[in-house]
Every structure is written in C-alpha cells, then in structure tokens.
C-alpha cells in the first residue's frame, strides 16, 4: 500500500517521494536550482487576499465562512467558474462544475471513480508525475497515449487493455504548456484524441492547470470546448476538465476545479461526502472575492514575468549548450524540457551538478510510466531570476560539456 | 462506484445522501430541527480568526501561507498538536502528528491504506455514518464491535471475517459521547476493545471527535492512551487517534489531524502526497494561532453552552415521553439517542413529524451497518436554544404519544 512502491514498480530511477526529498535537500541559498515546480511568491495578489480574508470574516459571511459547506462548492464560485468556463469555449451551468482541494484531487477522485486494478489509462510518456502517483493508488496498467510509438491503432490499444486483464477507462493528458515537456497539443492532436477517445468509448481528463499561462501563439481550444462542439454540449461530452488556481493566484489555499458532464460531477459530490466532506468554506469565499477583482489582471501579470523568465532561459541554453543537446521552446507554461546525448543518465549527472557546479534539475525518468528518458531532464524556469539563468545555464552547461567529454 | 449504492446495501432505509438532502429541506424557520449534527456558529471565535488570518497574511507569513506545503503539514502545528496529544495521556512528537482536512479525510485515509474488498471492519452498531460511508468505498465487510451480540471471541470474528473472504482489518469506535448515540465507553471496555485488537492482531481507529466535550463526570483516558501505556509507546502501540478541531474551534476551515504510530504516519504522508498534495498553508497557519491563543478558552465556552442545553433537553424529555420510551443521558457531546417501542418506524415518522408538527430529527437506522435500528432516532442539542427545547421537545412528545397509541 505505499504509493511510492507502486509508483517504483514503473520507474526504475528515482522514485516520487525521493524527488521530493531531493528538492528539500536542494533547499540552499547556494544552490541554484531549476527544480521545483512551484510559482514565484512574488507574484502572489497579496493584498488582495488580506482584503478578502478580512471581508469575508468581518461581515454577514463569517458564520458562513467557519461552517459546514455543500460537498460541490460555494455557490457563487461555481458560477464564477461555469462563467469563465463559458469564455474558453465550454458552456456550462453550475452543476457541471464541482470544486476541489487543487487539482490534484481532482486526479485522484477521477482515479478512484474510474480505475479498477489492471484497467488501462492511457497517458503520455513523459507525463506529470503527480498524476501517475494518483492514478497508482488504483493499481492500473499505463499504455502510451501518442502519435508515434506505443499503440497506435484503438483495436490495438483494447486488445492491450485486456490482455493486461482489464479495460480502457480513460485517457489524461496536460495538452497546453505539458508537465514536464512545455509542449502544446495542436488542434489536431485534439481532435485525434476525442477521435480515439470515442473509438474506445472512453473518457478524456484535460489537465488544464498551465492553461492560462501563454506567452506567445494564438491559443488553441480547450479539449473539453472540442468535445462541446462535436457533442452538442458539456452533458453530452465525454471530456473532464480540471482546473487550478495554483498557478494564477496562489496554490496555499488548494482551490481547484473539475468541469464534466452532470452525471460525473453528481458522482464526484458523493464521493468528496465520503472523504472529506468539502474544501474549506473559508477558502472558497476568499477566492471567489479574489478572482472577481484580480483574476485578469493577476494572469497578465504571471504571462509577463513568466513570459521573460522563459525568453531569459532559452537564450541562456542557446548560448551555452553543446551541439547535441536538445530542448522544447514552450509557448507557455513552467518548464523547458532538455534531451541530453543517449546514454548520458541524468540522474547520475544531478548529484555531479549539485556537487560541482552547485545547480539542480529534475532527472527526467520519473515522468515516464515505464522508467524509460533516462537522458532528459527537467528545467522549471519561474523562479529563474537573472542570477539564475545568467550563472545557472552556463554552470549547467559546462557540466554536461564535460559529461558528453567523457563519453 | 457510487457510494450511496454501496451504503444502500448496507442499510434498507434512509440513504445517506438522503439524509443530507433532507438536511437541506429541513432548513426552514418555522422548522425545529434536531437533525443537523453541527457546531453553533454563534460559539465559533471570530475575533481570534479575524486576527489570525490578518496576521498571517500581514507579516513575514505571507508568502509560506500562500505557497504549497509539505504534505506531513505545517510543523509549528503538528508541534502544538503533539504536546496537545501528552496532555490526554499521549506521549509523543511531531512525528507521530499528521494534518488531515477534517477527521473525516483521516477515515477516508485509513480505510484506503487498510481495507481491500471483503476485508472486515469492526464497527458499532450503530455507528458514524460519515465513517460507514468512508470506509463503503473500498468494499468492506462490517462486524459488530460489541459486548452484547455480535461475535463474542477472537476467533468467531476472525472466523467470520475469513468466511467474507477477507481478514479483519481494523476496529474502529467513538468512545466518547459517540455519534450518534451519546455514550461512553468505560475504562474497562476500552481495554476490552485493545485485547480484542491484540488477539486479532489489527489497528483501532479512535474517532476522538467529541473528546473535549465533556460537561459531567471525569474523564476517561483515550484508547490511545491505555494502548501507550500496555506497550511502552505509541510507535509501538497499534492505535490510530483522529482528532478534529471542527467542534471546538470551527469546521469551516477541515482541520482535523492523525496520532498514530511514525510507521502509519510515513504511509499516510505519501498517500496525501499522491491524493491532494496537502491540507492548505494559510488554514494550518491560522488554526495553529487560533489554537495557541484560544483553544483552552473555547472548550470552556462550549461545554458550558452545549451542557446547559444537554440538561435542558434531558429535562424536557423527562416531561414529554411517554412511557416506553427511552434515551441516552449522555455526558457530554453532541447527541441523545432516543428509543422508541419496537414496531414504530421512525423514518415514517419523520414525515409526520415534519407535516403535523413542524419538528425534526435523523431516523436512526442510517446508522446501523446493517439497516436496523428502526425504532430509534438521534437528536443534536448543539443549536437547541430555549424555544427548540420548550417547544420542540414537546411537539415530538405528542407525536410520539399519538403514534404509540395508534398501534
């Protein structure tokens, strides 16, 4: 029943917990680090949650605020969110729309609904490992969902299901600005999953957390808007889509969201019943207070700083990086994702990184399903200030000029 | 995969999402409600909340209140919770403590790390129906935890639980003014439950919810802490203590925690890891300074308020019941457990109690694993006020009086 066990029976590098020990350990003024996934503090609306946290509690709300709360949400913040649900092209009402303790929960609840052990979820390789580990308290098998490689045919991805001694349940994918890749599905690529997703009669999970953090490119649909279109609306649709406000105005809270047909959203409420009631009334009011006044706003302010952060990053890899080297050019999002030489082991070169150079990534193997990407690596730009990239990328560089020496 | 199915298997009568919307439909002022099993809102202390959130998020606080946390929690927290744990009688440090949204998520938890289908849990008759729905979802077998009934030795439970084609997992008990029923375990039955536990060789999960409540009587230690006594310490004891602040500080924010041995506690972080990442920064950080400042101050304030209406209620019963009917004089809690003759069904007379006199109450049957108990009902005195007790109490008298008479 340890997690990490499971998640270690796919991975045969670094596990889940021992990442997450190692971005503790990289926790050093000294060390410059491109690790942790997390968003600049910065950035945060400070003072707009001391003023909504004031509010709330300093008028007719407060009761309200400390009670019990229904297990789907606050009201008034499922409408906000079925209202900009609306704006990226997926109409909806608040019954589609069911709040969480972040995104994550949402994974995990879609886990424990859908997955059976040795049913199959299709996901991409590389993927978030944060939804492996969730998905792997359900015992399931993984099958890679992607154009080239794995199954490509849906006969041949049910025949796989079965043989592994199940059924296909689902599909996930991060299609905007990917943990760990920074890539963006095109409109295609959408299509071509709903195409498969409805071959197999499977359901689709949009993990949409980076969604709204484009710097550049026009932005492409939403899956779940995808599937609206072509089913003649949400309730018809067989596309989950999870949002976060962890990434725009601040994770401390764990707000997040799901926006799926009724007859999921009914399912999840009772299960959230049974496990942990509902998300803090609390935070629900606050954020609702939040993201009426400075949601715009706050999102073109992490799109500019976020945006340089990554311009500052790609130069810097441009200008030190050996030829053989490869990296993603993310539209958005948080990461670049680097493909070393083959045969070079990344997380062998993080502990030589983090010795020599004082500089640490994420090795890359943790976010396949199969252990396999033992030569990518993982650089998180949003806290990458220009100390950072001035001194880090260069630092990084020469390291791995020297590791493709040695070779 | 819905819960609600999965407890309708359990219980013949009212489901429990049923009883949350009957909640909802009782709230109506002309409506005396001795059905919602929740804190007075009036109790909760506003004024500290007001500050603590103004003070978190005004100082040098802001950005860790902001920003993700472990997943263990917030460790000035889990250090008051620890010296809080050795003044019940519960040697230990923060290791031993971990954050969970609500005792409620602790349930969910526990049953998810321990119980595979057709495993057996040991539970009362009746019981917590959030904890029967916790636990529905990984498919367990229930088994009377009783000293009357039931199986009465080591080996006839474990005999039956090998029979339900698994093995008993856990026994899990409130034994302090227990949900729904009002009563306390004795010294003796506590150490009843620990030699059970040990013969079987499985955990006790103690649901410490209503511990503080206390308004007559001395106090009886927790389980947990006979369990440290008998083995030399909690990480050699096989004890599970979930606590909640939801009834002594506010429910709003889901801050509840697990003492439990560090074996337990290392499988529970990664779990939480994998299922919502953590319990929310600026939640931890407020109740850790609600809790150093107010915590002593609120339980006198509640056991005042809440035993004074305890008294009032009892004293109304005295004068309204007939003969024939009997009731929990609990000391301390929440709730009284009220039995009525065989053969009147009290989910049948909660609609005529709602249609002729305005008055309400949960049918205990709910609470049965197995659907009994259909004579029996549970009413909350926590928002009992004067005119609830002088009113209501004898307008549930005369429909009880005229539905004995009818038979």
Redesign the interface.
Same mark, same amino acid.
């Given at each position: 029943?340890?997690?990490?066990d499971l998640f270690a029976t796919r991975s045969s590098r670094m596990k889940?917990?021992e990442i +997450?020990e190692l971005l503790?350990l990289l926790d050093q003024p000294d060390i410059i680090s491109f690790a942790g996934g997390?968003?600049d503090?910065?950035l945060?609306p400070?003072e707009a949650? +001391?003023q909504a946290?004031?509010d709330v509690?300093?008028g007719a709300q %407060?009761? %309200?605020?400390?009670?019990?709360?229904?297990s789907e949400g606050y009201l008034p913040l499922r409408r906000w969110l079925a209202a900009h649900m609306a704006t990226l092209g997926v109409p909806c009402d608040e019954g589609n729309v069911f709040i969480t303790?972040?995104s994550?929960?949402g994974l995990?609840y879609l886990g424990?609904?859908?997955l059976s052990p040795a049913d199959t979820a299709l996901v991409a390789w590389p993927t978030y490992l944060?939804a492996l580990?969730?998905f792997? %308290?359900y015992e399931p098998t993984y099958d890679r969902l992607a154009p080239e490689g794995g199954n490509t045919t849906p006969a041949a991805y049910a025949e796989a299901a079965a043989k592994a001694g199940g059924r296909a349940k689902f599909a996930y994918l991060v299609p905007d600005f990917a943990n760990p890749t920074g890539e963006t599905l095109t409109l295609a690529q959408r299509e071509a999953v709903l195409d498969l997703a409805a071959e197999l009669d499977i359901a689709v999970i949009e993990d949409a957390a980076y969604q709204a953090l484009r710097y550049e490119g026009d932005p492409v649909p939403p899956i779940a808007a995808l599937d609206c279109a072509r089913s003649g609306g949400l309730d018809a649709a067989r596309t989950i889509y999870c949002g976060s406000f962890s990434k725009i105005l601040?994770?401390?809270?764990?707000m997040g969201w799901i926006c799926a047909p009724r007859r999921i959203v009914e399912?999840l409420v009772?299960?959230k019943? %049974?496990?942990?009631?509902?998300?803090?009334?609390?935070?629900q009011m606050a954020i609702h207070r939040v993201a009426e006044t400075s949601y715009a706003a706050q999102v073109e302010k992490v799109r500019q700083v976020y945006g340089a952060r990554r311009d500052a990053i790609l130069a810097a890899l441009e200008a030190a990086m050996p030829a053989g080297v490869e990296w993603s050019r993310p539209q958005g999002g948080m990461f670049v994702w680097v493909t070393l030489p083959e045969g070079i082991d990344t997380a062998t070169l993080l502990a030589r990184a983090v010795a020599e150079e004082r500089v640490a990534f994420v090795p890359g193997s943790a976010f396949h399903a199969d252990g396999s990407g033992r030569n990518t690596l993982r650089l998180s730009f949003t806290l990458a200030d220009e100390r950072a990239v001035t001194q880090g990328i260069p630092r990084l560089g020469r390291l791995v000029r020297d590791e493709m020496g040695r070779r």
């Amino acid at each position: 029943m340890t997690l990490t066990d499971l998640f270690a029976t796919r991975s045969s590098r670094m596990k889940a917990s021992e990442i +997450r020990e190692l971005l503790k350990l990289l926790d050093q003024p000294d060390i410059i680090s491109f690790a942790g996934g997390i968003p600049d503090p910065a950035l945060f609306p400070h003072e707009a949650f +001391r003023q909504a946290y004031a509010d709330v509690l300093g008028g007719a709300q %407060a009761d %309200a605020a400390l009670q019990y709360q229904v297990s789907e949400g606050y009201l008034p913040l499922r409408r906000w969110l079925a209202a900009h649900m609306a704006t990226l092209g997926v109409p909806c009402d608040e019954g589609n729309v069911f709040i969480t303790s972040g995104s994550q929960q949402g994974l995990d609840y879609l886990g424990k609904l859908m997955l059976s052990p040795a049913d199959t979820a299709l996901v991409a390789w590389p993927t978030y490992l944060g939804a492996l580990q969730a998905f792997n %308290a359900y015992e399931p098998t993984y099958d890679r969902l992607a154009p080239e490689g794995g199954n490509t045919t849906p006969a041949a991805y049910a025949e796989a299901a079965a043989k592994a001694g199940g059924r296909a349940k689902f599909a996930y994918l991060v299609p905007d600005f990917a943990n760990p890749t920074g890539e963006t599905l095109t409109l295609a690529q959408r299509e071509a999953v709903l195409d498969l997703a409805a071959e197999l009669d499977i359901a689709v999970i949009e993990d949409a957390a980076y969604q709204a953090l484009r710097y550049e490119g026009d932005p492409v649909p939403p899956i779940a808007a995808l599937d609206c279109a072509r089913s003649g609306g949400l309730d018809a649709a067989r596309t989950i889509y999870c949002g976060s406000f962890s990434k725009i105005l601040a994770p401390g809270l764990r707000m997040g969201w799901i926006c799926a047909p009724r007859r999921i959203v009914e399912k999840l409420v009772l299960m959230k019943q %049974a496990a942990d009631l509902h998300s803090p009334s609390i935070n629900q009011m606050a954020i609702h207070r939040v993201a009426e006044t400075s949601y715009a706003a706050q999102v073109e302010k992490v799109r500019q700083v976020y945006g340089a952060r990554r311009d500052a990053i790609l130069a810097a890899l441009e200008a030190a990086m050996p030829a053989g080297v490869e990296w993603s050019r993310p539209q958005g999002g948080m990461f670049v994702w680097v493909t070393l030489p083959e045969g070079i082991d990344t997380a062998t070169l993080l502990a030589r990184a983090v010795a020599e150079e004082r500089v640490a990534f994420v090795p890359g193997s943790a976010f396949h399903a199969d252990g396999s990407g033992r030569n990518t690596l993982r650089l998180s730009f949003t806290l990458a200030d220009e100390r950072a990239v001035t001194q880090g990328i260069p630092r990084l560089g020469r390291l791995v000029r020297d590791e493709m020496g040695r070779r």
